[in-house]
């Protein structure tokens, strides 16, 4: 729906587990050694409840509440049991022992080393106080003006039978962010169809069409666009001008916080040259020719979204 967020998709979410973090049920031994409660057994070995809630946490956040749906979960697991089961056969073939496996894991370590370390500093530094978002907020208020805007909350289906279905269960009482976490066919499902807050320009205009022209509370009926039929429920309104202090705390902190670490890893560099023994051959990196990228290719926020 929203043109600044990605569509989550059951492929890529099937591909992001299967590559994802492997499950440590291979690597820990079998069902009777291995601590936790037992989810699924793979031929001697397990796949915990504590390997799932892991494995859910690793996903990216626009993929994560597919995994919070029942449907979600199954696809997560299914997706499990297939690495446990490719995992214990390359290891049969010897794989894990090849020079590529072995060479691509020194890599990985290293990787995360570095990245817990930067992390572990930056962390120790990156303290932004209540009165930093004050004052950030005090000095660029007209940097948070912002037009019309609305809440609102939808449930996304296939075809008009099961829209006007849902419709009319909602019309008898039926709960709306139940009946959406049940139903819709879009990652909004799973907080209850909720699309948050947004300005004109966001949505596709046949929504947007239909939902500003909405009073707080109202339940549409049901409207037709490019993804399917909707039923779209009006849950707040903000008139145009300033936004507060509370509203805006949480942008002014992640900004302000990227800023901070980077100001912090620039001057960790810096730091972290100067008491090493440097000596870099320009010559040779001048003269390090590099494969050009093939045709086509571009980079993932080159991506356009609808």
């Known amino acids: 729906m929203r043109k600044n967020i990605l569509t989550a998709t059951a492929v890529a979410f099937s591909l992001a587990l299967l590559v994802g973090c492997q499950s440590k049920s291979s690597?820990?031994?079998?069902?009777?050694?291995?601590?936790g409660q037992a989810l699924a057994e793979v031929n001697g070995g397990v796949i915990t409840v504590e390997?799932?809630?892991?494995?859910?946490?690793?996903?990216?956040?626009?993929?994560?509440?597919?995994?919070e749906t029942a449907d979600g979960k199954k696809e997560l697991l299914d997706t499990m049991i297939v690495r446990e089961i490719i995992m214990q056969q390359a290891k049969k073939d010897g794989l894990d022992k090849s020079p590529a496996v072995t060479e691509k894991m020194e890599e990985l370590k290293q990787r995360v080393i570095v990245e817990a370390f930067l992390k572990k500093k930056i962390e120790e530094q990156a303290n932004i106080s209540d009165a930093d978002l004050q004052k950030f907020y005090d000095q660029n208020k007209d940097k948070f003006k912002s037009g019309e805007q609305v809440r609102a909350s939808h449930i996304l289906v296939k075809n008009e039978t099961e829209a006007q279905d849902i419709l009319a269960q909602i019309k008898k009482g039926g709960n709306f962010e139940e009946l959406a976490k049940k139903h819709s066919?879009?990652?909004?499902?799973a907080k209850g169809g909720d699309l948050g807050w947004f300005g004109k320009g966001s949505m596709i205009p046949d929504f947007e069409k239909v939902v500003f022209g909405?009073?707080?509370?109202?339940?549409?009926?049901?409207?037709?666009?490019?993804?399917?039929y909707h039923i779209i429920k009006l849950t707040g309104?903000?008139?145009a001008g300033v936004r507060s202090f509370e509203e805006s705390k949480e942008l002014i902190k992640t900004k302000l916080l990227a800023e901070k670490q980077q100001e912090i890893f620039a001057k960790l560099k810096d730091e972290l040259k100067k008491g090493a023994k440097l000596s870099i051959k320009e010559d040779?990196?001048?003269?390090?020719?590099?494969?050009?990228?093939a045709a086509g290719q571009s980079a993932p926020g080159d991506a356009k979204e609808k």
């Open 284 to 293: 040779v990196l001048k003269g390090i020719t590099l494969k050009p990228a």
């Open 27 to 35: 690597q820990e031994g079998s069902a009777t050694s291995k601590k």
């Open 214 to 228: 909405m009073k707080e509370g109202d339940i549409s009926g049901v409207v037709k666009t490019q993804f399917g």
């Open 51 to 67: 390997d799932f809630k892991k494995e859910v946490e690793t996903l990216p956040p626009y993929l994560r509440p597919m995994a």
């Open 237 to 239: 309104k903000r008139p």
């Open 185 to 189: 066919v879009d990652a909004a499902g």
